[in-house]
């Protein structure tokens, strides 16, 4: 499945020689990593009317995180899930977003990230790449409190950007808000106060007629 | 020069009643920061034709700081320096971008950058405003060995962009290659192995005619 010949960024503009090999490799990664920057997502900003990027999402989260950990239901190392946060959509540098409401393009989702996982992480030296994969992995996995935690806010965000768009994806066609509801109960897999909060505002939303109401639902 | 009446992001879908008040401020501050996707940088993305927003760069910050720390002259914890560049441009919500290479824009940068902060950290709970303040005073300062290497980084990322750009702002009008080295230099502060990969860099490129060269350099 992989591509070994992709093209890097970095190939635009090579490193001038003279430059140490591990860092070159940090700094090819770093430099391939701009690409976060491109994969957009179906949530709008706030701020501006656009579609908001994967980078910027995951720096949203990562602010999120120092901020609402107080309501989680196990402690949790904040800088840990910060990290978890950071990277966990790196991935889709070369799997693409797959959006949350779409169930056929979640069909191949894992073999698809995971190849993109061992092309992307490959390029740093190989113990960074390792740690790298291992935290991926953690996060995908949701074993830990601190994996519950940052899928935790990768769920709430886009709420609280929905919210502020009054509806925003809860509006795509086919989607019901006990469907949202599904979605978003991992919330409270790390934090019942969040959930609450979220299934406020998800309640909310359904009765202002934000999103279409679920049968069978509060 | 605070202005009290600014509109705040939140106003636009005040969230409903039965949001409990702490969670509702920290949600009122999670929102109005989404403005930092909106602020332009001069640097332009590798992997886009556009400029970069400061959300993207504090995020692009916050994957080198792990990857790099091993390069640190002085031993730094690595996810307080996170927490620094997560948050270090949040001020230029409302203080805006300041130009690296553009001295007037400097002039009253300290100022207004100090008023932005009271205003943007006070929208948090008291307890936690202070703490994002005492972060970004303290990135401010360069008092402590995370700081120093927070500013490194801040310096190293857009070197980085405009390397692989062939000269990005390097080709600012005015600007030469010796006023590259003397506003990187900071980055030698933190790590000398960074900052000799940067020197190879920059003098490369000045070697390429992507800056222009100044006088009594190498």
Chains 1, 2 share one sequence.
Do not use: C
Not at 80 to 93: K, M, P, R
Not at 164 to 190: F, H
Request: net charge negative.
């Amino acid at each position: 499945m992989s591509d070994e010949s992709r093209p890097l960024l970095v190939d635009r503009t090579p490193f001038p020689d003279g430059l140490d090999e591990r860092l070159h490799a940090q700094f090819t990664f770093l430099v391939e990593i701009d690409r976060l920057k491109t994969i957009l997502r179906q949530s709008p900003l706030v701020a501006a009317e656009r579609r908001e990027n994967d980078a910027e999402h995951s720096w949203h989260l990562a602010m999120m995180v120092p901020l609402l950990a107080e309501y989680a239901d196990e402690p949790i190392d904040v800088g840990h899930t910060v990290q978890l946060v950071l990277l966990h959509d790196l991935v889709e540098i070369y799997a693409g977003d797959t959006p949350l409401y779409d169930p056929a393009a979640g069909v191949d989702q894992a073999e698809r990230e995971t190849v993109a996982a061992d092309e992307l992480f490959g390029l740093l030296p190989e113990d960074q790449g390792r740690r790298l994969r291992e935290l991926w992995d953690e996060f995908e996995e949701r074993r830990t409190p601190e994996a519950r935690f940052a899928k935790a806010m990768d769920r709430l965000q886009p709420l609280l950007l929905n919210w502020m768009a009054r509806g925003g994806t809860w509006r795509t066609p086919g989607v019901t808000a006990d469907d949202v509801r599904a979605r978003k109960a991992v919330i409270g897999d790390a934090s019942a106060e969040l959930w609450k909060a979220g299934r406020l505002l998800i309640d909310e939303g359904e009765r202002r007629g934000w999103s279409r109401s679920g049968s069978g639902n509060a």
